[in-house]
């Protein structure tokens, strides 16, 4: 049954519906209203949920993107990132993988710049080292989003990674580390 305002709950949408919502020209416009309504004070905290359809934002749509790949599924084609100071980052799969090299690389990964335990959010690299951070605290200066690693017969295979991340500090041995966690 439609909301008061007219919208439906993501059940009650069609296929087409939940496709249209999650176009990427239609998260885009959502995105900028809450960025706008955040800026103006109305929301207080990024982790506040809007009523409405916008309670799933998700910054693209496509055919077998999401969790396991399967044909025609509804998934995510790339990941989206929240920075500590609430800018966001989209970076499409195909950008993700087109270096990618399956008959070479066991891992593959997205490769951030990190200074002083914080992203510096520039242009991400992309590479096939294994090992997720170079070092911890303020000598770290890269951390590796993994999409492809080695599975039980040691054949790569791709990671259930696309979605959306948030920049966060993790304590490993007692020390930071800045990594993203995936929140949706």
Known sequence: MPRKDGTKMWHEMSLKEQRD??????????NLARREARAHGNIKDSTQVNQGNDEMVFPSYGDGGGGGGLPDALGLNGIEIIWADQEETFISASDILENYDSDNDDYWSVVFAVSNNAFTQATPTYDSTQDLWDDTGTDQTVYRLRV??????NDPTSISMYGQYREELLCVNGDLVTVLIKIS
């Open 148 to 153: 492809k690693t080695l599975d039980g017969d």
């Open 21 to 30: 919502f999650h176009s990427e020209g239609n998260v885009r416009a959502r």
